[in-house]
């Protein structure tokens, strides 16, 4: 089984930073992504990053707040998030595609992506 763990969620004030990490058991991914969900909405795409770090891609709400970056040899994606907002309060899951992926494309729906972690609440006050 392939397990993902995510941590540092917690609560902030808006304007504030936090930064998630997931460690992985190691099994190779061709895109490591970051979502995120609140009640009775759509799980959506927040950041996603291939295995080498050459693509990124960010939706347009975490753009220039949110950059998302990899440590292979710690088995561990990161996303540092700046300048909070109380909308971007939600639970944020890590998660794996270990499906081939075209060069240079990061899948966005979360149904192209093969493994999960349990989520991190992320909770920004304001």
């Known amino acids: 089984q392939v397990q993902l763990v995510e941590s540092g969620g917690g609560l902030v004030q808006a304007g504030g930073s936090l930064r998630l990490s997931c460690t992985t058991s190691?099994?190779?991914?061709?895109?490591t992504g970051w979502f995120r969900q609140t009640p009775g909405k759509e799980r959506e795409f927040v950041a996603g990053i291939s295995w080498s770090g050459a693509s990124i891609w960010y939706t347009d709400r975490a753009k220039g707040r949110f950059a998302i970056s990899r440590d292979n040899a710690k088995n561990t994606v990161y996303l540092q998030m700046d300048s909070l907002k109380p909308e971007d309060t939600a639970l944020y899951y890590c998660a794996l595609r270990v499906i081939p992926t075209l060069a240079g494309v990061i899948p966005v729906s979360s149904s192209e992506f093969n493994y999960w972690g349990q989520g991190t609440q992320v909770t920004v006050s304001s």
């Open positions: 190691g099994r190779f991914d061709y895109v």
